[in-house]
Structures are given as structure tokens and as C-alpha cells.
């Protein structure tokens, strides 16, 4: 009987000192981090023009909270009236989005958005050009075509909107994997508000992200 | 310690025989026992290799369960436990300190099983297990009554090893065979 319960305690001994191990080295995130992709100052000096009106796809303007700012990299602010979890920190609005769709680039940095819903309801619609990516697909390894095509890439990641958590998780399987994706960023109002505003929708299978 | 022997004749009654030797499972039960461990300890390597793999995916589901408060001890849980489920299942497939292995297992899967009704209490039904990331055994819709069914089999597997023990074809049977003079 001692020696059952010895080796019993040896077995978990071994998995909890390899746990602290594990703990110590541990990059599991509690909550998301600060945005970096919101909180640094665009490099390029601002041009003379006054902003006149909502922009266009030119790449040369920017967008803070569907306004136009005067500045040569897209300048990205949390919306207003964002949850007060640190997701928000990672949300922009549709125009916000949609101008990163039209110019397909952020900074010197191609766009990729991301659909982090079930593959189901991604064949329904998606995000024209949108990779398909749930949350569970990061079970275990990650996805191959994630390693191909995010790393040195701004990503956006939608799902159903605002109260819909999977974006959330995506964008943070997507940190911890640490291949050098992001800028991170969140479509706040989701599918449902991208379809709303009648911006571009398609049907089906995957497009062009292969395994 | 008295032992029969010290009496002038063999032991003839059952009060001289003493306890009676575990009774040795035929060449089937066996291989009963084998295919029992290799599948028993096979599932957990494999869950504990996934959750080593994405320690993140595995703290959102403790996270998700919402059977502590506390960050410290889910954190201690995301990076203990698949290492023991690893060791234990490692041990369990290979034979080696089955029945401790097996009660390791056994005592695990009664937490799981726990858990598992805590967050059907809490209104948590259909939560992903992630207890094999992206493969299932039996039950495909998540944190259910299936699961703590599916959970209740292996826990009487798990059960079933504790008493029988490894069986012939294990290392501890021949760890224990005495070397030939």
C-alpha cells in the first residue's frame, strides 16, 4: 500500500514540477495585451490638406472613428462606446475596415481578414477575400495556412459582433503564436453589420488559402 | 510476523493458506488488459500533447468552465495537468506502475467528470470540451450528459486496470518475472 501511494505521488510530483516549470515560462494570456497597432505614432509626416470627407480608397489618408485624418499611415482608434474588456482596445468600425478592404494594406503592411466563425457559416457569406479560421482549428497546432500567409501581415478578424468572443479568441491564439502577425484588429460590428452596410459579400468555398 | 510456515506440516486449511495469489487472467484477458491500456493511456497522451502544445487554448477552456475564480490556480492547471495526464498515460500504455497509473487516471477523469456537471449546472451546456482539441471520442456536442458518460466508461476502464493490474503483457510483469539461475 506505501509503495502505491508512493508512486503515485512520485508520478504527480514529476507533473507538477514540470507544471511550475511550464508555469514559469508560461506566455498564456490572461486578457489581451495593449493593441500595438493602436497605440503607435505614425512615421510619415502629416500632409497640408484640411480633411474633407469620408475616404476613398487611396491608402493615403486616414481613418479615426470614421473621420479623416490628415496623416499617411492609417491612424486606428477604438470606436466609441466600446465594452470596457480589453478586447475593445483591438475593435474598429465598418468604415475603418473597409477602407483597409479597399486598399488591402495597413502601413506598409498587407491586409488579411480573417473569418473567425464556423467554416459553415462562412460558406453562408463572408467577407470577400476573407480567410477562414475558427477558433478551434487552433486546437493543437495551428493551422498550416495561418504560418503561410499572417506572419508580417495586418490581420483583421471578424465574427458575429460585437458580443461574439471568438474573434477575441482567434486574435489571441494568433499572439501566442508568436510568428510577428499584426497588427490585430477586430471588426466590432461584425459580419452582420458588414452585410448591413452593404459592403462586398461572397459565398462558398475558401478563397486562394491553401493548406 | 507469524507465517505458516512455521507450523511442522504444509498449510492444508484456509486460515493457514493465508491471503489467496491474485488470480492470473488467461492469454485473452491478456490481451484484454493490453488493448484496455494502450487506449486508456493512448487518449490521454494524446490530450496532454495537445494541451502542451497550445497552453493558451487549454487555459480558455479551464477559463471557459468556470470552476474557479482563481487566475493562479488555472494557470497552475493549464501547465500541471497535461503533464501528468502525459506521465500517467505514458505509464498506463506501456504497463509500467499500471494500477497507479490507472488510479492516477481514474482520479482524474472523476475531476473532469466534475467539472463537467458544475458546468452543466451553470447553464454551460454545449461549451467545446477541448479535452482532445480537435478530435472527439463519442460525443460531438461539446460539454454534455454525453460526456459525463463517454468520462464515466474510461473512468471504469481506468477501474477495471486498478484491480486486474497490467496483465501478462506489461512491464511490470516483466520487471517482476524472477531471473533465471
Redesign the interface.
Known amino acids: 500500500m506505501e509503495r ?1 501511494v508512493l ?2 505521488l512520485v ?2 510530483l ?3 514540477t ?6 514559469a515560462h ?5 486578457k489581451l495585451p495593449e493593441n500595438p497597432g493602436l497605440t503607435h505614432t505614425p512615421p510619415t509626416p502629416a500632409p497640408k490638406q484640411a480633411p474633407t470627407g469620408p475616404t476613398g480608397p487611396t491608402g493615403s489618408t486616414a481613418v479615426t472613428g470614421g473621420q479623416v485624418a490628415p496623416t499617411g499611415k492609417p491612424e486606428i482608434k477604438p470606436t466609441a462606446a466600446a465594452p470596457s474588456d480589453a478586447a475593445s482596445d483591438y475593435f474598429i468600425s465598418l468604415e475603418q475596415a473597409k477602407q483597409m478592404w479597399d486598399t488591402k494594406k495597413y502601413g506598409d503592411k498587407d491586409v488579411i481578414f480573417v473569418d473567425a466563425r464556423e467554416y459553415v457559416e462562412y460558406q453562408e457569406g463572408h467577407i470577400a477575400g476573407a480567410m477562414s479560421c475558427p477558433k ?7 493551422p498550416k495556412y495561418v504560418r503561410n500567409y499572417l506572419p508580417g501581415n495586418a490581420v483583421v478578424v471578424y465574427c458575429h459582433g460585437q458580443d461574439c468572443t471568438d474573434s477575441e ?1 482567434v486574435v ?2 494568433l499572439i ?1 503564436l508568436n510568428l510577428n502577425i499584426g497588427p490585430l484588429f477586430i471588426i466590432k460590428d461584425g459580419i452582420p453589420g458588414w452585410e448591413k452596410a452593404g459592403y462586398p459579400i461572397n459565398k462558398g468555398d475558401s478563397e486562394g488559402f491553401v493548406n | 510476523m507469524s507465517s505458516p510456515a512455521a507450523t511442522d506440516h504444509p498449510p492444508t486449511t484456509p486460515g493457514e493458506l493465508g491471503p489467496p495469489p491474485p488470480k492470473s487472467v488467461g492469454s485473452l484477458g491478456s490481451f484484454i488488459l493490453l488493448t484496455l491500456r494502450i487506449g486508456l493511456g493512448g487518449i490521454f497522451c494524446l490530450a496532454a500533447t495537445l494541451k502542451l502544445m497550445n497552453p493558451q487554448t487549454f487555459w480558455e477552456a479551464i477559463n471557459a468552465f468556470k470552476a474557479t475564480n482563481s487566475e493562479e490556480m488555472k494557470l497552475m492547471g493549464t501547465h500541471t495537468l497535461p503533464w501528468i495526464e502525459l506521465f500517467a498515460g505514458l505509464a498506463l500504455a506501456l504497463g509500467f506502475w499500471t494500477r497507479e497509473a490507472a488510479f492516477i487516471i481514474g482520479s482524474l477523469l472523476l475531476v473532469f467528470i466534475w467539472a463537467v456537471i458544475n458546468a452543466i449546472h451553470k447553464d454551460l451546456g454545449g461549451l467545446p470540451c477541448s479535452c482532445l482539441g480537435y478530435w472527439h471520442l463519442v460525443c460531438t456536442d461539446g460539454v454534455g450528459w454525453c460526456k459525463v458518460r463517454e468520462n464515466g466508461v474510461l473512468t471504469a476502464i481506468a477501474a477495471t486496470l486498478v484491480v486486474t493490474g497490467g496483465g501478462s503483457l506489461s512491464l511490470d510483469r516483466l520487471l517482476c518475472r524472477p531471473s533465471p539461475r
Do not use: E
Not at chain 1, 514540470?18 to 508555469?23: A, E, N, P, R, V
Not at chain 1, 508560461?26 to 490572461?30: F, L
Not at chain 1, 478551434?136 to 495551428?142: H, L, P
Open positions: 502505491f508512486r503515485v508520478v504527480i514529476l507533473g507538477t514540470l507544471g511550475f516549470w511550464g508555469m508560461s506566455k498564456v494570456m490572461w478551434r482549428r487552433f486546437d493543437g497546432a495551428a479568441a489571441k491564439r501566442a
